[in-house]
């Protein structure tokens, strides 16, 4: 019976992948298709991954659309393509049709045909952040209680959504700054005098500790993931003592320097349940560059109750979408950066494995936490595109930026042993990250 679960886990986790995988490769090869389509550049075929071809159909403009055996990636040929990756010395074409071919474009239509795969990446992580944004909406800027969640047997909620919070514990309570600097001020107890308006009129009731030991969320790929935490889980005690905030359990954590510790958990619908389970050393971001700290993968900081949200326009979606994009493209440099300078450790880099297990468990989580996770692999993979190596789109482009200073394009031969170099370097890199999801810790 353990083994058919392991084996359904791994088929859940090769399909989260390969369909998130598929999503994102089919964006970004149609940005190329598109854009390379309407600077004039014929697109010969658009494959959806790899290999033996198991479907096909041409399109009226002569496009072979096909899907492929191994489900690993994709691409699009245009005419006078060497290969799928564009790379190398181009085919021959007939002089005629030369203006239609990629290499016999002009400089402003490869360009834009390139860079056309990474941009369209980043234009669905926009996409999708601000969609969910527009969904979920944003806190009210006045302080009330939305959604209610379940709390485990013992804390006091008198509070209801659509209370709107006036003070906390006799402290005036004005904005959501406010609420938080008071919480962190005030003793953890299992209740407090929550004064709140409703129905026109105001009120004191017994609430709950507004900074519980509450799971707000799992990281992909964590300690805390691969023991089976969820979203939504409260913390009762570590190693047998109490736990109130979820600032004790981060302490409590790293006070135990990555050794086992025992979660005891309450879920909704399950009860108390024992989770045991060793926090893992990470490098983080400071404002000073990166420390190193033992975490299980949790955030929390959330209470018993959802704030009470306000509406989010198109336009103020659009500009936290890009936002939260650009954080993505940041922290991938700062990182690629920190690795490369020695500030952090090399099995921060994890391969194709490390990808698939955080695919998998992101879509284990729910319908949203894949559809984000879609976004940021987007967001990643869009960034590593414009890496300025052979047979990514970066290295193109960097070839095109020599041919615009310098006027003519470098030799076929250069291009063949530049884009050799390209391919061996991106087949170590994956190599790398494979050997890091075996064997780092």
């Given at each position: 019976?353990?083994?058919?679960?392991?084996?359904?886990?791994?088929?859940?986790?090769?399909?989260?992948?390969?369909?998130?995988?598929?999503?994102?490769?089919?964006?970004?090869?149609?940005?190329?298709?598109?854009?390379?389509r309407?600077?004039?550049?014929?697109?010969?075929?658009?494959?959806?991954?790899?290999?033996?071809?198991?479907?096909?159909?041409?399109?009226?403009?002569?496009?072979?659309?096909?899907?492929?055996?191994?489900?690993?990636?994709?691409?699009?040929?245009?005419?006078?393509?060497?290969?799928?990756?564009?790379?190398?010395?181009?085919?021959?074409?007939?002089?005629?049709?030369?203006?239609?071919?990629?290499?016999?474009?002009?400089?402003?239509?490869?360009i834009?045909?390139?860079?056309?795969?990474?941009?369209?990446?980043?234009?669905?992580?926009i996409?999708?952040?601000?969609?969910?944004?527009?969904?979920?909406?944003l806190?009210?800027d006045?302080?009330?209680?939305?959604?209610?969640?379940?709390?485990?047997?013992?804390?006091?909620?008198?509070?209801?959504?659509?209370?709107?919070?006036?003070?906390?514990?006799?402290?005036?309570?004005?904005?959501?700054?406010?609420?938080?600097?008071?919480?962190?001020?005030?003793p953890?107890?299992?209740?407090?005098?929550?004064?709140?308006?409703?129905?026109?009129?105001?009120?004191?009731?017994?609430?709950?500790?507004?900074?519980?030991?509450?799971?707000?969320?799992?990281?992909?790929?964590?300690?805390?993931?691969?023991?089976?935490?969820?979203?939504?889980?409260?913390?009762?005690?570590i190693?047998?003592?109490?736990?109130?905030?979820?600032?004790e359990?981060?302490?409590?954590?790293?006070?135990?320097?990555?050794?086992?510790?025992?979660?005891?958990?309450?879920?909704?619908?399950?009860g108390?349940?024992?989770?045991?389970?060793?926090?893992?050393?990470?490098?983080?971001?400071?404002?000073?560059?990166?420390?190193?700290?033992?975490?299980?993968?949790?955030?929390?900081?959330?209470?018993?109750?959802?704030?009470?949200?306000?509406?989010?326009?198109?336009?103020?979606?659009?500009?936290?979408?890009a936002?939260?994009?650009?954080?993505?493209?940041?922290?991938?440099?700062?990182?690629?950066?920190a690795?490369?300078?020695?500030?952090?450790?090399?099995?921060?880099?994890?391969?194709?494995?490390?990808?698939?297990?955080?695919?998998?468990?992101?879509?284990?989580?729910?319908?949203?936490?894949?559809?984000?996770?879609?976004a940021v692999?987007?967001?990643?993979?869009?960034?590593?595109?414009?890496?300025?190596?052979?047979?990514l789109?970066?290295?193109?482009?960097?070839?095109?930026?020599?041919?615009?200073?310098?006027?003519?394009r470098?030799?076929d031969?250069?291009?063949?042993?530049?884009?050799?170099?390209?391919?061996a370097?991106?087949?170590?890199?994956?190599?790398?990250?494979?050997?890091?999801?075996?064997?780092?810790?």
């Open positions: 019976m353990a083994m058919l679960a392991e084996l359904g886990g791994l088929l859940w986790t090769i399909c989260a992948f390969v369909l998130a995988l598929s999503i994102i490769v089919t964006v970004h090869e149609y940005g190329h298709y598109i854009i390379g309407l600077s004039g550049i014929k697109a010969e075929v658009f494959s959806l991954g790899f290999g033996p071809r198991l479907l096909s159909w041409r399109d009226k403009r002569g496009t072979v659309w096909q899907l492929a055996a191994i489900p690993l990636g994709g691409y699009v040929r245009f005419l006078g393509d060497a290969n799928a990756a564009s790379a190398g010395s181009g085919a021959t074409v007939d002089p005629a049709q030369s203006r239609a071919s990629l290499p016999g474009a002009p400089l402003w239509a490869r834009a045909t390139v860079a056309a795969g990474p941009v369209f990446n980043f234009i669905l992580s996409l999708v952040f601000g969609g969910m944004a527009m969904w979920q909406g806190p009210a006045t302080p009330a209680v939305g959604k209610l969640h379940p709390t485990p047997p013992g804390i006091a909620m008198g509070l209801q959504a659509g209370d709107k919070i006036v003070a906390l514990d006799g402290k005036p309570v004005a904005s959501w700054a406010d609420l938080g600097q008071i919480a962190a001020d005030l953890a107890r299992a209740a407090h005098d929550w004064t709140v308006q409703r129905d026109g009129a105001q009120m004191v009731v017994q609430g709950p500790d507004p900074m519980p030991a509450l799971i707000t969320g799992v990281a992909p790929r964590s300690p805390a993931a691969s023991a089976g935490l969820r979203g939504g889980d409260v913390i009762l005690a190693d047998g003592a109490p736990v109130s905030r979820f600032d359990l981060r302490t409590r954590v790293v006070a135990a320097e990555g050794n086992p510790v025992l979660l005891r958990v309450w879920r909704e619908g399950a108390e349940a024992d989770y045991t389970l060793a926090a893992r050393e990470q490098d983080l971001p400071t404002a000073d560059g990166y420390e190193k700290r033992w975490m299980i993968g949790v955030t929390g900081g959330g209470t018993y109750f959802d704030p009470a949200t306000r509406p989010v326009g198109p336009a103020e979606a659009l500009g936290l979408g936002a939260r994009t650009w954080d993505i493209i940041a922290s991938s440099v700062s990182g690629l950066w690795m490369v300078s020695g500030q952090i450790g090399t099995c921060n880099l994890g391969g194709a494995i490390s990808i698939a297990e955080s695919t998998g468990q992101a879509a284990s989580a729910g319908g949203m936490d894949f559809i984000w996770w879609i692999l987007s967001a990643a993979i869009g960034f590593l595109n414009l890496l300025p190596v052979p047979v789109d970066g290295g193109h482009l960097m070839f095109y930026a020599y041919e615009a200073v310098a006027g003519r470098p030799s031969r250069v291009l063949d042993i530049l884009s050799a170099l390209g391919m370097a991106v087949l170590s890199l994956m190599i790398f990250g494979l050997t890091n999801d075996l064997f780092c810790p």
